[in-house]
């Protein structure tokens, strides 16, 4: 059966014999008609290679398949043409006319309640339905794929040779009667996209070459309101299966869904978080904006928005990470939810979000990781704004003093200590980015006189203290403090440092609240006020749990990071009472908090020091759009 006038083709669609040819005058001779079969059997041939090229690509030719190909199965390194090319090495044509005025889908979206996109591909007639929400985001409500067997049974039941002659292949098997062809499609289409007033059809075209498939395009095109062709799309990773879904539907859904992609946003992205007022501490919503509406993605494209958000007063619980579409009302409504993450933020913490834009409505978190709630979990935003605390109350300014030891075994060992407190320090002066909320200041101890080391002048025990300062000032105002090597283990001059503190005129000056931190960063404890068995007595008979019980008086919450005993028990009975002293000692100086060297960061000091902020009303469920402090 050869190509009627209207197909308006030069090549018929079951041999591949060219339908016109150089005219020849006479009768033709017999070396003309074996000339002629010989070039109909050769187009034969071609054909149906040029179809099994389609139906197998990169395979081979399956054994059904080889079989059936005119002229038998290629032999040795004859050429298999590309599935695109068809004999006398023309290419096969898109010329399909687009239907209708041809408008951009984005426009369609704008215009229509509901789109259906119907794609006639090697695997069967496939349906996709999408509808639009108020803010642009595509759904897809239904997708439907019908094998190529139930809608013509005339087709082959094996997979191979039904492809093979939706290429256009003939073969050795009987051909597809090409107007029954189109009747089936035509009533696939009658059942499967009914006619409605407010929906309108897109059509996917085949890839160039199928002949079977571009009839069914056609009959779509002809028989019902196709506003927009497209063309086909070339080779695209599948996305992973959605729980229900089948192959073949699955597949077709994720051809349109990166289509829908490539749609513009017709609303702002946007992350919504909680922001204090920093004068009263009111607690207000805010949206951040992550993809701007406008934003349009090429195919196979992806943008990304990073933000730094903070963690409120507790960090206990997971903070909801709303993406919505659009800027919602005060109530929480009039922006759809887009997702939703869980990610748990240490309190007063930054955490540094990255988000990537897949399409329109389709945005993950790619860092850190996250919670997501299942998708059947409904996320009611206007309820988590109903729950937002009334007020963040701050927390009084924050006054530390530290006091460290610097005499060591080594240098290592007080450079250690003193590259704590800097580091300490430097957090503070990072949460302090206004200004007056810490202050700080160190007073530095040696050894006793009568065990001083070389390194020290004689009669040397404290520095000068420093008080009062911004955080950020510290590392600079201890700069110049010297180490020294000590000669003994059992007791520093501790006492004359908490002696000191407990004297300071900064300490007891002033009427602002505050709360107030002593931090012990040594090795040795102090010494007593009377000898102590074998541990030497202070010479200036200096108390040190008499200059404890002052700082306690005066409001101080005293923490102690002292250096962990190391090595055996001592093997005398003196080393043994010097240790339990030791022990006693670093237990009453640590009663309000330890910190363990090795284990317990400036991080953790920072998480211990810190004074607490209150909420009045329940724990705020977003993350904060700026540093509480």
Known sequence: MCATPEDRRDVCEVCG???????????????????????????????????????APGTGDPPCLAAVIRGGPPQGDEARRPGGV???????????????????????????????????????????????????????????????????????????????????GNGTIPPVDRRAFDDAVRGWLTLSLPADPGAAAVLLRPAPGWELLRRAAAVVARDHAVRLELPAERTAPAEPAHPGEAPARRV????????????????????????????????????HVLFPAGSR????????????????????????????????AADGNGAPTVTVHRLKVGALEPARLTFVLRGPGEVDLLAPASERPPEQTFVDV?????????????????????????????????????????????????????????????????DHADYESTWAKEGTLLRAPV????????????????????????????????????SLPAVHSGTAKACRVLLI??????????????????????????ALARLKTDGFRVLARADPATGPPP????????????????????????????????????????????QEGPECPFAFAAPLM
Request: charged letters at 25%; one cysteine or more.
């Open 17 to 55: 014999w060219r339908l016109h040819d150089d005219p020849v005058l006479g009768e033709m001779t017999a070396a003309d008609l074996a000339a002629a079969e010989t070039a109909l059997r050769a187009a034969e041939r071609t054909w149906d290679l040029r179809a099994a090229a389609l139906a």
């Open 252 to 287: 077709a859904a994720d051809r349109v869904r990166r289509l829908l992609r490539t749609l513009p946003l017709l609303a702002d992205h946007t992350l919504l978080l909680a922001r204090a007022d920093r004068d009263t501490g009111a607690v207000r919503p805010h949206s």
């Open 382 to 446: 206007p309820r988590l704004l109903s729950g937002l605390p009334r007020r963040m109350v701050r927390p009084p300014r924050l006054d530390l003093l530290f006091t460290v030891e610097l005499s060591g075994a080594d240098l290592a060992e007080t450079e250690e200590r003193l590259a704590f407190v800097r580091d300490v320090a430097a957090l503070l002066a990072r949460r302090d980015r206004a200004g007056g909320a810490v202050r700080v200041g160190a007073v530095g101890h040696y």
């Open 86 to 168: 068809l004999p006398g090495g023309r290419s096969a044509p898109d010329d399909l006319p687009a239907a209708g005025p041809g408008a951009p889908l984005d426009e369609l979206r704008h215009s229509r309640a509901e789109l259906s996109f119907v794609e006639c591909a090697p695997d069967g007639l496939h349906l996709t339905r999408v509808t639009f929400t108020e803010a642009g985001i595509p759904v897809l409500r239904d997708a439907d794929s019908t094998p190529w067997r139930t809608v013509v049974p005339a087709l082959d039941a094996d997979a191979a040779l039904c492809r093979f002659q939706l290429a256009g």
């Open 521 to 546: 960063v040594g090795r040795r404890p102090p010494a007593p006020s009377r000898q102590h068995g074998v541990v030497r007595a202070c010479p200036h008979g200096t108390d040190w749990r008499a």
């Open 467 to 502: 008080v009062a300062r911004p955080p950020a000032e510290l590392p600079r105002a201890l700069a110049d403090w010297a180490p020294a090597l000590r000669r003994q283990d059992t007791v520093s001059s501790l006492e004359d440092a908490l002696h000191a503190v407990a």
């Open 571 to 614: 093997p005398d009975a003196a080393g043994r009472q010097a240790r339990r002293y030791a022990a006693e000692a670093w237990r009453a100086l640590g009663a309000d908090g330890v910190l363990r060297p090795g284990t317990d960061s400036a991080q953790d000091a920072v998480r211990a020091l810190d004074p607490p902020w209150r």
């Open 297 to 328: 993605l090429a195919p196979g494209e992806t943008a990304t928005a990073e933000v730094t958000v903070y963690g409120g007063a507790t960090g206990s619980t997971p903070l909801h990470l709303p993406v919505l579409a659009g800027t919602p």
